[in-house]
């Protein structure tokens, strides 16, 4: 069964820096998703990505967040530069429609 | 989006019928109920999802009574390894992106 994979599972930053987060997404969904969850604390929605553009963006969506599908397969969410409270899970997600999402394993960012 | 209302913890012992029941009062007439569930330290996983009545699959039932205010997930003969966060979703399926908004969940505890 494919799955969606996220690189890098952890990533350790100092504040202030750039990092690139990555996901590949089941390769026939169409729309795409960032998702974050906070140490015990709800999934928040992020952002969400279709035909090449962004369709829906959270509050927590600011100017230091942006995403990519640069080559068709890879979707990436940077944060341009990482804050202390930026620490968390973050999830890609995918689906065919707009329906049932299907998530990756999550990459736990820390920022020192 | 309407608001729902879940038990925050449920404990069980394995083989035992796990019966999660989800209020959500003000549900509209176009959202549809979906149950996810997530393990610690990974993206949540689709369950199940349904309009009405019931719906079986290999996991899980979901019951809907006709006035569609709650539902009750389902999960038959549970094991150690259904310990886990479950979430009741509700909301209509668009057509551009379908960001999903998640609650405290419902923890579930399997004793052996």
């Known amino acids: 069964e494919p799955e969606v994979t996220q690189t890098p599972s952890h990533q350790v930053t100092q504040m202030g820096q750039e990092v690139i987060l990555r996901c590949v997404p089941i390769s026939n969904h169409l729309y795409f998703y960032w998702y974050r969850q906070i140490l015990g604390q709800k999934v928040e929605f992020l952002v969400s990505f279709y035909n090449n553009e962004i369709s829906e963006k959270s509050e927590i969506f600011d100017d230091q967040f942006s995403v990519e599908r640069p080559d068709g397969s890879n979707f990436t969410l940077k944060i341009r530069s990482t804050k202390l409270e930026d620490s968390a899970m973050y999830f890609c997600?995918?689906?065919?429609?707009?329906?049932?999402?299907?998530f990756g394993p999550g990459t736990r960012l820390t920022v020192l | 989006l309407a608001k729902t209302t879940q038990p925050i913890s449920m404990d069980s012992y394995e083989g035992q019928e796990v019966n999660i029941t989800c209020s959500h009062n003000n549900i509209a007439t176009n959202d549809y109920i979906t149950w996810y569930q997530q393990f610690p330290s990974q993206g949540p996983r689709f369950i199940i999802q349904?309009?009405?009545t019931k719906v079986t699959n290999e996991v899980a039932s979901l019951f809907i009574p006709a006035d569609r205010k709650s539902s009750t997930l389902s999960l038959p003969r549970v094991s150690l390894s259904d310990t886990a966060v479950y979430y009741c979703?509700?909301?209509?399926?668009?057509?551009?992106?379908?960001?999903?908004?998640f609650g405290g969940g419902t923890r579930v505890l399997v004793k052996p």
């Open positions: 979703l509700v909301g209509p399926i668009k057509a551009a992106g379908n960001k999903l908004t």
């Open positions: 997600a995918g689906s065919v429609l707009a329906d049932t999402q299907y």
């Open positions: 349904g309009y009405k």
